[in-house]
């Protein structure tokens, strides 16, 4: 639980971030909630599914 919440604040800050940069440079709106939760909601799936792929050393599987 606490993993999943670390991966949704994080994801938050990084396209906050990312979302500023990407505005300034092309010029369009920047919107801080749309940006932040995408990001939040992308980094949530992508380390998600890479858990499905990665195989954990410490089991016997």
Request: neutral net charge.
């Given at each position: 639980m606490v993993k999943q919440l670390t991966i949704l604040f994080w994801g938050f800050i990084y396209g906050e971030v990312i979302g500023y940069i990407g505005a300034a440079l092309t010029g369009v709106t920047f919107s801080p909630l749309a940006d932040?939760?995408?990001?939040?909601v992308i980094g949530l799936i992508a380390i998600n599914l890479l858990t499905l792929f990665i195989k954990d050393p410490t089991t016997d599987k």
């Open positions: 932040g939760l995408t990001a939040m």
